[in-house]
């Protein structure tokens, strides 16, 4: 089974603060996604990634960066938290190179920042 | 640009078939997927479908594609309180950078069954 990890459930963190979100898969996918989730506005795509040290913006990267010097790694950082950066970030990651290209989605952090 | 839609709620009873719909917008969309989220997880995937077929059954399960409306379905049959979910509809679209397929997702619809 495909297993996408994030490092916490749960999350606060103050304005202002650096923020580092992580994200590991096991099954040697080359895509990987970060998406935050909010109510009426479904789920949105910040980055992704498709090779080691690529990186590509979604459709709402401004406030965000990331990180993938593994292939099983892929980070998202919040450089000065807001609170309007309160969410449910969701991880993903495919296989990569198919049209089958299935996302398999991690258990998600909801982050709260004051 | 992309975009899919999706009705925001839906209630049944139990022991009846859910029906949720979604129409998309890319007609080059390979395949479309159903995803289903309970409160407080993560999205997990239910079933996809090939562009080139109109059905897919998968135990209580149906999945109807009307290719020229652009049309998509999922049927739940005897749907049950563990049903109740957020259920997302997505359309895979391919990235020109590096081959690679993005997902288009609806903002989902939230079924709750009513015993």
């Known amino acids: 089974d495909v297993k996408v990890t994030q490092s916490s459930r749960y999350l606060v963190k103050r304005t202002g603060e650096k923020v580092f979100l992580e994200c590991v898969q096991d099954m040697d996918h080359e895509n990987m996604f970060w998406y935050r989730q909010d109510p009426g506005l479904g789920l949105r795509l910040i980055y992704f990634s498709y090779d080691v040290k690529m990186k590509e913006k979604g459709d709402i990267p401004e406030g965000y960066s990331v990180s993938r010097e593994k292939k099983e790694r892929f980070s998202l950082i919040l450089e000065s938290a807001s609170t309007n950066q309160t969410s449910m970030y969701l991880c993903a990651s495919s296989p990569g190179g198919a049209s089958t290209d299935t996302q398999y989605f991690g258990p998600g952090t909801r982050l709260t920042v004051l | 640009g992309e975009d899919v839609e999706q009705s925001l709620f839906l209630s049944v009873r139990e022991g009846d078939s859910s029906v949720i719909n979604c129409t998309y917008t890319?007609?080059?969309?390979?395949?479309l997927y159903w995803y289903k989220q309970e409160p407080g997880a993560g999205l997990q995937l239910l079933t996809y479908?090939?562009?080139?077929?109109d059905m897919k059954q998968d135990q209580r399960l149906t999945v109807l594609l009307n290719k020229k409306d652009k049309h998509l379905s999922l049927r739940i049959a005897d749907t049950q309180t563990g049903d109740s979910a957020i259920y997302f509809c997505a359309e895979s679209i391919r990235y020109s950078g590096a081959g690679s397929y993005q997902l288009t997702f609806g903002k989902g619809t939230k079924l709750s069954v009513i015993p």
């Open positions: 890319d007609s080059s969309s390979t395949y």
């Open positions: 479908i090939f562009s080139n077929m």
